[in-house]
């Protein structure tokens, strides 16, 4: 196609695309500015909580799984006591032989006792009180629940009041709640990536009909669609780097605060919760997506709109 | 008609309607040659500003073909629709001049969409401005220039890429009459350069002051060709023959 001479004398030196600060000045920015900079910042800060608190939960419960597998441990309740400690030398000869034990180790009375403090209290009447044997049990990898019913009948049978109970068993309703406080948080950070698109979306809009006639006049002096989708894009992507920016810092604040809040609860289980290096990486890429989304989303919007118009 | 002169526009029974209402334009059938002076004339109300904007490629006819630069320009993809534009100028009525860009950024801006560098533009859009005598206003906006300097503007942001077919929909409007003959010389320069040339006007004075013009006159929505030029109805593709 055949270029009018003006352009073809510059087209053999060279075209610069119309796009970048040249073309930016097309639109004014305040446009687009100022709100949108701050609620993009709040959703990142907001995903980024959540992002933390997912990852968090997922580690926790990894953590908890892995120790009790492994786990289990050996009641023994006899009230009188040289007949529960006669039954807790029956039941650790079984376990020595039992090729499923990887180590036990039995809870000396007074850690049963500070367990239980709580509960019943000290003092001279609280040492009347019968308190069950405890037999810590490690089981080696890939022992099965057969495995783990054979145990238990054998321990029966030596001690006929013991009871041995998998520690993931009864931490498995605890376990199942954080798995799903860590899939509402997950289904929370879609939510707020839904929301902050329809933000843009509303913002694009918004900022399309405020420059409709410049738009109108660029596309009949020859702009292409991509062209002015692009301005549209650099303004978002200015004010989704600096919300994302403003939001990823708020939002690691936020972590830091309630991380420090957790670790004075002084559990084990919570410490489990920690968030490691390749989390903190994870946690990072937040605004880098929304930056990605909020520039999709505009471009997305202003072509799909300049599409119904000629 | 010389031999160097091509056809470059060619509307075949071409009909235009806003939604529901009766045609604003009916059975318009013309061709446009290359390096001639077209004016088109009428009433308000006429179809002047349609059949511009049809030209201009702004609004897509109810009915009938439309071919331009030896294409049709009816089902041309939307993504090629921007190097068809780029090589016409348009004067709109109403200047349609960026509020927020200076009168040279409004100059500028067809060079800047077409790809001209910012070293290569300067030169020929302060001549430009220049030469329509604004050259002490390039950094003033629109709202601060009168009438006159917004059209003038208008004119040297149409004719800054040097199109193949300016389109001037009342160019001389909102300009004294010194002003008026002087772009019409621009006008002039522009069409002997090989740029054709299509100026809608009611101010019959200003067809006598290019008396090579062709002149097509639009009345209730119907063209007519007075003075015999316009080729009507068109020549079919491959046939030679018209009508």
Partial sequence: MKRPPAIESAVDRGLAPFRGRRAAGLLPQTRMGGPMVWVLAIMVALTVVAAGGALALSNMVQTARGDLAGSATVQIVEPDEEARAAQVEKVQDILARDPSVAGFRVVPQEDIAELLEPWLGTGDEVETVPLPALVDVTLRDGTSRADYDRLGGALRQVAPQSRIDAQSDWLAPILSALSSLKWMALALIAMLGAVGAAAVWLAARNALGGNRDTVEIVHLLGGSDDQIARIFQRSILIDAVIGGALGLVAGIAMIALLGGQFAALQSGMVAGGSLLAVDWALIALVPLFAVGIAVYTARMTVLSSLRKTL | ?243
Avoid at chain 2, 152 to 167: F, K, Q, S
Wanted: charge should be positive.
């Fill in chain 2, 1 to 243: 008609m010389s031999a160097r002169e091509e056809e470059i526009v060619q509307f075949d029974n071409v009909g235009l309607r806003y939604g529901t209402e009766r045609e604003v334009l009916s059975n318009i059938s013309f061709s446009l040659y290359s390096s001639r002076f077209y004016f088109l004339t009428g009433a308000s109300g006429a179809g002047k500003t349609s059949l511009l904007k049809l030209l201009y490629l702004a609004q897509r006819p109810s009915r009938g073909g439309i071919r331009m630069f030896g294409r049709d320009v009816i089902t041309l993809p939307r993504d090629k629709l921007p190097a068809y534009r780029r090589r016409m100028g348009v004067v709109f009525q109403d200047f349609r001049l960026v509020d927020h860009l200076s009168a040279f950024d409004n100059v500028a801006l067809p060079l800047r969409v077409s790809g001209v560098r910012e070293a290569d533009l300067r030169e020929p859009v302060a001549d430009m401005l220049e030469w329509v005598g604004l050259a002490h206003r390039a950094e003033a906006r629109p709202a601060t220039l009168s009438g006159g300097e917004q059209q003038r503007v208008a004119i040297a942001r149409a004719v800054i890429g040097r199109p193949e077919i300016l389109i001037a929909d009342e160019p001389t409007g909102n300009v004294d009459p010194e002003m008026a003959v002087k772009l019409l010389r621009l006008f002039e320069a522009l069409n002997r350069l090989g740029t054709t040339v299509v100026v809608a006007t009611h101010d019959i004075q200003l067809l006598q002051k290019v008396p090579e013009s062709m002149i097509m006159r639009l009345s209730k929505g119907m063209l007519s060709d007075p003075t015999g030029a316009l080729k009507y109805p068109p020549r079919r593709e491959g046939t030679g023959a018209r009508g």
